[in-house]
């Protein structure tokens, strides 16, 4: 669950995002680990999904939609209220694509909302699962 289903941030993330471009709906998949194979010993992923907000990144792209100062090191950064962790996947049902978080993310204030903290997320293109 995220902050932005809690009444007092829903006001500030909207207002925020609708003013700054590409905020959509994403679908974020969670591995749970599901046992392991027999013959290799590797452990079995499933995924769980959930549908969560937030505005995607790309790298080269003109127009940032922060005024937050964040470089970039693979192809993306992704922006949310929701809790991420590494492994996560976030996938675009818009432009079929799916990218992957790579290390902890961020916790960001930005003063232009009153303090309202996201987080921030590397991304990279992966595969679908």
Known sequence: ????????????????????????????????????????????????????????????????????????RLDGLFWTLDPMAHGYRVYDEVEALTYEVDGAPLVVEDPEVGGLAFRVCQVRLVEFP
């Open 1 to 72: 669950m995220g902050h932005f289903r809690v009444g007092v941030y829903t006001d500030k993330w909207e207002a925020m995002l609708c003013n700054r471009g590409d905020y959509r709906y994403y679908t974020r998949r969670i591995p749970v680990e599901a046992g392991t194979y027999a013959v290799s010993g590797w452990p079995k992923v499933t995924w769980t999904s959930e549908t969560i907000a937030g505005v995607l990144q790309l790298k080269g792209s003109t127009s940032y939609p922060f005024t937050v100062g964040l470089s970039m």
